[in-house]
């Protein structure tokens, strides 16, 4: 294959794991699953563009707090709050903006109807009055204005809240059930602030169902702005910038209002918002330039008010975002970024430092964006660039570390030195490109098993334990390697498994037979080192442990596995019946169920390994047992002991 080819084709599993990160990106993004992120990170950008507003603050807010209402009584009486609004007209107010609900007298008294037709006389003769009405939804009935006054003094207060009561957005226009429209105590107010100025509000020439203020035209919300997921975008909505810090809109006490303890001069030509500050009335919400400190809804009203000011003005514009194609094209792209810079950079330490300067450098976009008046996605493509080039980066380094493993040697995990030296010496015999070739061949398999690990595990700290089961798999690795033609297969748990005749297999009767025997005395060598591990356990106060060995001749296909290509990750092992029957001798319960029985070591075997071990073992005959896997029960035999110890085997025996 030519090398550009062969290049192509190492990099294609990283190209596609970074495909697969981009494309999970726009799926989570699509679903909502960033949104809370996003807007974290939107508020972010707003609280550092508070103060970029120009020249004072022309809304001013009058609270009535707690004093007022233990002072006055709940809810204010009428004639004190026609009071206070003759008051504001006297100083200049340029509109003022009655952010309570009042549809009628408090009661039929004659007190109270007097204070009403005093309101209703003050807000009649003064068209810069704009008093609220609640605008029905889902959780709330509505509530209607002073029935008294034209549509022209009526305003809705309703706020657009996100998740945590946060307001990001601002109404202009609402429409009621039979379509009417309704304008926004907000936008009434600036309307009547901008009208000093000869500013007012009209259709966009080229889009007229747009609403422009001044030359400014404010687009309406669509249901995906920015990085909203589903919308509810009813009504016509706009974003708000909260541009101006809170504490530039300078606040008045109803008290010092009604009792003319203030200065005209703060008042003249300044919109007035009169709302509640009383921790005892809910109108709490949050926004992004507080930091989930709780905003009074007539101080968000001031804002609102300012922003559509300064839009008529022409100080401000409204915050924009991109289409959907377009929001796509930029998550992906920087995915695509993050994969090609993965495989560009010459050196794996330069890793992490790509990624976190891929991360500032979007930072750094994002924000450009954002003071340009676009809003993007920030999270999404974040999670594509981390993703995508985290994933090509960690293939690419899984690659090379496979590789330089293979250049350090690529049999000396298979067997011991001079096997490996040999197995290089015959490699064309013995090897397919890079990896060794699969073979059938005749071997002895052995599996063992600890008992006691279960108990042990619950009992034990978690070093202690890992230092008993490694003192256990060590002990015993170094009697299976200590005979020739031994290969540990594979650790698990607290099993072990090796294979007698590999990797150079066995060709003959002769070797077959010195595999199984081999075999078998290893097997006895593990019961006895078994008993010097229990030995020097139980000094160590530490649980002692008992072992099961299956041993079974026969075919079986050895060869390494989990890989097609150099930098796959191989493994030397063997597959077949054989294996398997091993398996099942280890753990055979019913008639010879370990657990009846309080022998350290127990080694049992099939018929083909006893006929190749001659007389040089003590066995005893277990009978036939059906074993899964088997149509037909097997023989099984027990290995007592190699003859040289006859007489304690058949001690046992007896």
Known sequence: ??????????????????????????????????????????????????????????????????????????????????????????????????????????SGSAEDLAGWIDFETVVRSTPRIVTSELMPSADEPGTPPPTFVGPEQVGFNNLLMDRGRVVRRGYLIAWDEVGNAHLSLTLRLALLALAEQRVGMQPDPERPEWIRLGATTLPPLEPDFGAYVDLDAGGYQFPLDYARPDDAFAVLAFEDVVEGRFDPARVRGRVVVLGTDSPSVKDDFNAPFAAGRVVKGYRLHAHIVDQLIRTGEGHATPLTSLDAWTETVWIVAWGVLGIVLSMGITSLGWAVPTLLLGLLLLGAAWASLFAAGIWVPGVAPAFA??????????????????????????????????????????????????????????????????????????????????????????????????????????????????????????????????????????????????????????????????????????????????????????????????????????????????????????????????????????????????????????????????????????????
Not at 25 to 46: H, P, Q, T
């Open 385 to 654: 660039w981390a993703a995508a080039g985290g994933l090509t980066l960690g293939d690419r380094a899984r690659r090379e570390a496979r590789a330089q493993r293979e250049l350090m040697g690529l049999f000396r995990r298979f067997a011991s030195r001079h096997v490996a030296d040999h197995l290089w010496s015959r490699r064309d015999e013995f090897m397919d490109g890079h990896r060794l070739k699969s073979q059938r061949v005749t071997i002895t398999a052995l599996l063992s098993d600890l008992k006691g690990y279960t108990e042990a595990a619950e009992k034990m700290e978690p070093d202690e334990l890992m230092e008993w089961i490694e003192s256990y798999m060590d002990a015993m690795t170094r009697v299976i390697e200590s005979y020739d033609g031994a290969h540990v297969d594979d650790y698990v748990g607290d099993g072990i498994k090796a294979n007698f005749g590999v990797p150079i297999p066995s060709e003959d009767e002769a070797e077959i037979a010195r595999d199984a025997r081999n075999a078998v005395c290893c097997a006895l060598e593990m019961g006895r080192t078994l008993e010097r591990l229990n030995a020097s356990w139980r000094a160590r106060g530490w649980p002692t442990g008992r072992q099961r060995i299956g041993l079974h001749t026969g075919p079986a296909v050895v060869g390494a596995i989990g890989g097609n290509s150099r930098e796959g990750r191989l493994k030397y092992t063997s597959v077949g019946d054989t294996v398997n029957t091993a398996a099942r001798l280890e753990s055979i319960g019913g008639a010879l169920d370990f657990d009846r029985e309080d022998a350290l070591s127990r080694v049992l075997i099939g018929e083909p390994t006893r006929r190749l071990l001659g007389d040089d073992f003590v066995l005893r005959d277990e009978g036939l047992h059906e074993v899964k896997g088997k149509s037909e029960p097997i023989r099984i035999y027990r290995v007592l002991g190699e003859r040289a110890h006859a007489t304690a085997a058949e001690g046992e025996q007896a």
């Open 1 to 106: 294959m030519p090398r550009g080819l062969e290049a192509m084709e190492r990099r294609l599993p990283a190209a596609l794991l970074g495909a697969a990160a981009i494309v999970l990106g726009l799926l989570l993004s699509g679903a909502g699953v960033f949104e809370e992120l996003e807007l974290g990170l939107y508020d972010r950008a707003i609280r550092r563009q508070v103060g970029r507003a120009p020249g004072p603050a022309p809304v001013l807010g009058v609270a009535i707090g707690e004093t007022e209402f233990q002072r006055y009584g709940y809810p204010i009486p009428d004639a004190l709050l026609a009071e206070a609004l003759e008051r504001l007209v006297e100083a200049g107010a340029v509109a003022i903006g009655v952010d309570l609900y009042r549809d009628g007298p408090a």
